[in-house]
């Protein structure tokens, strides 16, 4: 089975250094979840008037209102058929800050859109278009674009204004045999919301296919991309 990166990217997937092939390219059929550990060297926020944006996104684990150096950090990456027949790859970050962290997600490849969708929190009710390309250094960015929220019988739009807009990097070290990761989320009107840096190892776990631990799954998952 094709790994939904290797569907969104096409033949910019080869372009990507073979370690960063191996993290974004196996599926539910492959037995496997990849266990990053690793620490992040830097942990910011922004200003004292984001912080109600942090907090709300820290209620249903989307963001989090945290500083902190040399933080160590984990992220669990399983791929698993949904409910509705759809492959899915977990992205379960936790960090051990002052107050323990966590930031959920669940990506899918959508055929209607013919791209990833994110679906972010324990509730999956903000659908995220996510956006792909790969450098010369055989990394891969990743970010964001339109956002939906999906609540009850509620579907709608949801304005930039409102929204943090987030720009991922991710590349192999070969000097540290190790992935450097660079996250930065943003609001288009009042600015940098959070933004860390770090690196991480990855440890594969063999797994039953497509199982997936039940703690890593969402609370509710959602039909709509």
């Given at each position: 089975?094709t790994s939904?990166?290797?569907?969104?990217?096409?033949?910019?997937?080869?372009?990507l250094?073979p370690?960063m092939?191996?993290?974004?390219?196996?599926?539910?059929?492959?037995?496997?979840?990849a266990?990053?550990?690793?620490?992040m060297e830097?942990?910011?926020?922004?200003?004292?008037?984001?912080?109600?944006?942090?907090?709300?996104?820290a209620?249903?684990r989307?963001?989090?209102p945290?500083?902190?150096?040399d933080?160590p950090?984990t992220?669990?990456?399983?791929?698993y058929?949904?409910?509705?027949?759809?492959?899915?790859?977990?992205w379960?970050?936790?960090?051990?800050?002052?107050?323990?962290r966590?930031f959920?997600?669940?990506?899918?490849?959508?055929?209607?859109?013919?791209?990833?969708v994110?679906?972010?929190?324990t509730?999956?009710?903000?659908?995220?278009?996510?956006?792909?390309?790969?450098?010369?250094?055989?990394?891969?960015?990743?970010r964001?674009?339109?956002?939906r929220i999906?609540?009850?019988?509620?579907?709608?739009?949801?304005?930039?204004?409102?929204?943090?807009?987030?720009d991922v990097?991710e590349r192999?070290?070969?000097?540290?045999?190790?992935?450097?990761?660079?996250?930065?989320v943003?609001?288009?009107?009042i600015g940098?919301?959070?933004?860390?840096l770090g690196?991480?190892?990855?440890?594969?776990?063999p797994?039953?296919?497509?199982?997936?631990?039940?703690?890593?799954?969402?609370?509710?998952?959602?039909?709509?991309?």
């Amino acid at each position: 089975m094709t790994s939904i990166y290797q569907r969104a990217l096409g033949s910019d997937f080869q372009r990507l250094h073979p370690k960063m092939q191996e993290r974004f390219g196996f599926s539910s059929a492959d037995g496997v979840a990849a266990i990053g550990t690793g620490v992040m060297e830097t942990i910011w926020h922004g200003p004292a008037y984001t912080l109600p944006f942090l907090y709300v996104g820290a209620w249903r684990r989307i963001l989090f209102p945290e500083n902190g150096r040399d933080v160590p950090f984990t992220i669990e990456n399983y791929a698993y058929q949904d409910q509705f027949g759809r492959e899915t790859v977990t992205w379960i970050r936790k960090f051990a800050t002052r107050r323990p962290r966590r930031f959920d997600a669940y990506m899918i490849y959508s055929e209607d859109r013919s791209k990833i969708v994110d679906y972010l929190g324990t509730h999956q009710h903000l659908a995220v278009d996510i956006e792909m390309e790969t450098d010369a250094r055989g990394g891969l960015r990743i970010r964001s674009a339109a956002q939906r929220i999906y609540e009850g019988g509620m579907a709608f739009g949801f304005p930039a204004a409102l929204s943090g807009i987030a720009d991922v990097y991710e590349r192999f070290d070969e000097a540290r045999q190790q992935y450097r990761i660079e996250v930065n989320v943003s609001n288009p009107r009042i600015g940098p919301l959070i933004w860390y840096l770090g690196w991480l190892s990855m440890e594969w776990k063999p797994m039953a296919s497509g199982e997936v631990t039940a703690d890593a799954k969402p609370i509710r998952e959602e039909r709509r991309e």
